[in-house]
């Protein structure tokens, strides 16, 4: 089982950036695919963007493609959301999430993520 932690959401002004960070528990981050989600107030969850076990393979939603990139760093256990050009729609609690299916070029089902973190709210003013 993996822990999950995220650090890095705030408050910014339309436009500006944020990065986001998701920490692993254990000795096995590299064996599982990771994702970002969200979820605003008063809608369903949705994805946002994942990677998977090597990095080698990424995936977006279409709001998000151009503006937001996904990344991991297996030797620190972590990995990031940068989010670019921010836009008051973007404004939800974020959520990492890890999953144990994939491998190191395919990413699993979106609905195949099984471990989540606590969230980290991301506020965009107009």
């Known amino acids: 089982q993996v822990q999950l932690v995220e650090s890095g959401g705030g408050l910014v002004q339309a436009g500006g950036s944020l990065r986001l960070s998701c920490v692993a528990s254990g000795r096995t981050f590299s064996t599982y695919a990771m994702a970002w989600f969200r979820q605003a107030a008063g809608k369903e969850r949705e994805f946002v963007a994942a990677i998977s076990r090597s990095g080698a393979s990424l995936n977006y939603a279409d709001s998000v493609k151009g503006r937001f990139t996904i990344s991991r760093d297996n030797a620190k256990n972590t990995v990031y959301l940068q989010m670019n050009s921010l836009k008051p729609d973007d404004t939800a609690v974020y959520y990492c999430?890890?999953?144990?299916?994939?491998?190191?070029?395919?990413?699993?089902?979106?609905?195949?993520?099984?471990?989540w973190g606590q969230g980290t709210q991301v506020t965009v003013s107009s």
């Open positions: 999430a890890a999953s144990r299916g994939g491998g190191n070029y395919s990413l699993p089902p979106v609905s195949q993520y099984e471990y």
